[in-house]
T-cell receptor, first 115, second 117 residues
C-alpha cells in the first residue's frame, strides 16, 4: 500500500528565511503524482505545487519549489523568503496511477514563521 | 478557476439527529467526488469516493449506513451524517477532480465543521 510520511510535526522559521518541509513516500507504482497543500486555520486546502513521477525537472511555483529525489522517494517542499502569512499546516499528498484517483495525505507539518 | 462550493461551513446539531453537507461544483462537471474527514491536528482521511449515478465506495472502517453519500448529478454530491453522535464531530471536506485541469486539478470545498452536542 502507498504511504506518505512527514516527519516534522512542527517547524519554525524566521521571516525572510527559507525553510524545507520534508516528505517521503513509498509506492511501487511507476506512475504517481505528488502534491503540497497549505491549510490555514480556516481549514481550506490551498494547492501549492505538483510533481509528476515522470517529470524530469523539479516543479517551481513562485516562492515554492519541490525538491524531487525519485531514487530516495522524497518530495520536499522549499519555501523561500518566508512570510508571516506562510504560517499554516502543510500537507504532502500522493496520487497513484490515473488522474481521477484519490489523494493520500501525510500527517502534516505545522509551520510557524517568526517575525 | 474551478470552484467547489461546500455548505454549511459550520453546523451544530443535537445527538441523534442527521446533518446533510452539500458540495457543488460551480464551473465544471465533477464526475468523481472525494469525501474526507479531519480530526483536530490530524491529517485528512478519505472516507469515500462517489461517482455520479452510482453507489459510493467507502474506505475500510467507514460505516456506509451512517455516512450516506449521494452523487445524483455531475455538479452535486451530498454527505448525510445520520444519527450523529459526539464522536462524529469533525471537519468534513470534499474534493472533486476537474479533468480539464490536468493531473493536478483537484479542487477542495471550504469544509464543514460539524459539532454534535
Amino acid at each position: 500500500a502507498q504511504k506518505i510520511t512527514q516527519t516534522q510535526p512542527g517547524m519554525f522559521v524566521q521571516e525572510k528565511e527559507a525553510v524545507t518541509l520534508d516528505c517521503t513516500y513509498d509506492t511501487s507504482d511507476p506512475s504517481y503524482g505528488l502534491f503540497w497543500y497549505k491549510q490555514p486555520s480556516s481549514g481550506e486546502m490551498i494547492f501549492l505545487i505538483y510533481q509528476g513521477s515522470y517529470d524530469q525537472q523539479n516543479a517551481t511555483e513562485g516562492r515554492y519549489s519541490l525538491n524531487f529525489q525519485k531514487a530516495r522517494k522524497s518530495a520536499n517542499l522549499v519555501i523561500s523568503a518566508s512570510q508571516l502569512g506562510d504560517s499554516a499546516m502543510y500537507f504532502c499528498a500522493m496520487r497513484l496511477g490515473g488522474s481521477a484517483r484519490q489523494l493520500t495525505f501525510g500527517s502534516g507539518t505545522q509551520l510557524t514563521v517568526l517575525p | 478557476g474551478a470552484v467547489v462550493s461546500q455548505h454549511p461551513s459550520r453546523v451544530i446539531c443535537k445527538s441523534g439527529t442527521s446533518v446533510k453537507i452539500e458540495c457543488r461544483s460551480l464551473d465544471f462537471q465533477a464526475t468523481t467526488m472525494f469525501w474526507y474527514r479531519q480530526f483536530p491536528k490530524q491529517s485528512l482521511m478519505l472516507m469515500a469516493t462517489s461517482n455520479e449515478g452510482s453507489k459510493a465506495t467507502y474506505e475500510q472502517g467507514v460505516e456506509k449506513d451512517k455516512f450516506l453519500i449521494n452523487h445524483a448529478s455531475l455538479t452535486l454530491s451530498t454527505l448525510t451524517v445520520t444519527s450523529a453522535h459526539p464522536e462524529d464531530s469533525s471537519f468534513y471536506i470534499c474534493s472533486a477532480k476537474d479533468t480539464g485541469m490536468g493531473d493536478y486539478g483537484y479542487t477542495f470545498g471550504s469544509g464543514t465543521r460539524l459539532t454534535v452536542v
